[in-house]
Structure formats: structure tokens, C-alpha cells
């Protein structure tokens, strides 16, 4: 499933489409999936999957701002083609991250820790503005 969000944002980054708009039907879309996930995973252990619809949605958006956010603000620093590399990078990463918490589920908490710390972060220095480099004469 992350590698399905990941070729479709690929194919919108490529093919030239207004941003926004697929920035927003991936969040749905992204909700949809790990709520989907996150209730099948409850219903398999039993558990009820109505709390992993709720929490699988609330996990995705969580991930999606605090990520979206870093990806955003590393982009504006960066010229073009490394802004691609970036997002290639992310993509993996998210693979990657998917994978482990299969197999090692205590992964998938700190994650979520790391999620909020990012978007935590981030908002707080949304405001700030960047310096740069300063040539000292």
C-alpha cells in the first residue's frame, strides 16, 4: 500500500499536476490505508476494529503533516532535481519503516514518537525565518 502512494505521487509529481490538489487526495488516501490497516490489524488480534478505523486515520494524518512538513521545508532549500531525490529518498524510507514494523512492532510506536516530535519541531519553526549564510567582510 506504501507502494502504491508512492507511484502515484510519482506519477503526479511527474506528469506536472497542481500540487495542492494531489497533496490532498493522497492525505485522504493515505487516512483511507491505515485505517484500513490499522482495524484489520485489531480484528486480527481480536481486538475491535471500529478503535483501529478511528486511530488508523489519526496514525496516517499524523505521519502525513509531521513528514510532509520536513519534506516541505527541505524542498525550498533545495534546487530542483535534489527536491526529486528527495522525495525518491522519503519514499523509500517509508517503505523501509513499513517493513520493520511488520516484523518488529515496538518500530511502529517510536515512529509515532518521531511523528510528533516532527511536527512539534516544525510548527515552532515554521515562523522562524532562515538566515542563510552570511558573508562576514
Do not use: Q
Not at 481486538?47 to 520536513?70: S, W
Amino acid at each position: 500500500m506504501v507502494l502504491a502512494l508512492a507511484v502515484i505521487s510519482y506519477m503526479a509529481e511527474r506528469s506536472g499536476a497542481n500540487g495542492r490538489p494531489v497533496a490532498i487526495g493522497l492525505a485522504v488516501l493515505a487516512a483511507v490505508l491505515g485505517a484500513l490497516l490499522f482495524a484489520g490489524s485489531l480484528a486480527e488480534g481480536d481486538g475491535p476494529p471500529v478503535v483501529g478505523l478511528v486511530a488508523g486515520v489519526a496514525c496516517a494524518l499524523l505521519a502525513y503533516a509531521g513528514v510532509g512538513g520536513l519534506l516541505g521545508r527541505a524542498a525550498r532549500r533545495l534546487d530542483d532535481s535534489a527536491a526529486g531525490f528527495l522525495s525518491a529518498f522519503a519514499d523509500l524510507a517509508a517503505l523501509v519503516l513499513a517493513a520493520i514494523s511488520i516484523f518488529v512492532p515496538p518500530v511502529a510506536f517510536l515512529a509515532l514518537i518521531a511523528f510528533v516530535v516532527l511536527l512539534v519541531r516544525g510548527r515552532g519553526e515554521a515562523d522562524r525565518k532562515y538566515a542563510g549564510l552570511r558573508i562576514l567582510r
